[in-house]
C-alpha cells in the first residue's frame, strides 16, 4: 500500500515521536498566528483561515500519531471526517456546549461560529500535513 507505515515497532514510534514534535510546532505556530497576527498587521482573512488551516494540519498529525500504521491518505480521510464533524458541530447549541466555546481552549478546538470556508481552509490543512509528513519522511529515508 503506497503511503503505508512500516510495521517494525521502532519505525513507528519513531513515525509518531516525529510526528508528535510536527504538532508541538504547528500548534506554537497556530497560537502564535491568533495571538500576534493583527498586532503584526496581518489581514483578518490569514489570521482567520490560517489558524483553521493549521487545526487541521494539528488534527491530521494528532491522528497520525495516534495511528501511525495507517497510510497518510487513510489519516487524512480520518481527519477531514474530525474537521466536518467539529465543524457541523457548531450548528448544536446546548448551555454546555457554548459554554465551552466560549473559553479559549473552546474556542481554539471547538470554533464558535460555522462556516462553509472552514471547511476549505480544513482541507488545505490537511492537505499541507500529508506533504509535510512525506517531506519529512523522505528526508529520514533519504
Request: proline share 4%.
Amino acid at each position: 500500500m503506497h503511503g503505508a507505515q512500516p510495521d517494525n515497532p521502532t519505525a513507528l514510534l519513531r513515525t509518531s515521536l516525529v510526528r508528535a514534535g510536527l504538532v508541538l510546532v504547528v500548534i506554537a505556530c497556530g497560537l502564535s498566528l491568533r495571538w500576534y497576527g493583527f498586532p503584526l498587521g496581518l489581514p483578518a482573512f490569514v489570521v482567520k483561515y490560517g489558524g483553521s488551516l493549521l487545526w487541521a494540519t494539528m488534527v491530521f498529525l494528532l491522528v497520525g500519531v495516534l495511528l501511525p500504521r495507517l497510510s497518510r491518505m487513510q489519516i487524512a480521510v480520518i481527519a477531514a471526517a474530525i474537521a466536518i464533524v467539529v465543524e457541523f458541530s457548531r450548528l448544536v447549541h446546548t448551555p454546555w456546549l457554548d459554554a465551552f466555546r466560549l473559553t479559549t481552549a473552546g474556542a481554539l478546538l471547538l470554533g464558535r461560529i460555522f462556516s462553509l470556508r472552514n471547511l476549505v481552509a480544513y482541507f488545505i490543512g490537511i492537505a499541507f500535513g500529508a506533504w509535510i509528513d512525506r517531506l519529512v519522511q523522505l528526508r529520514r529515508v533519504g
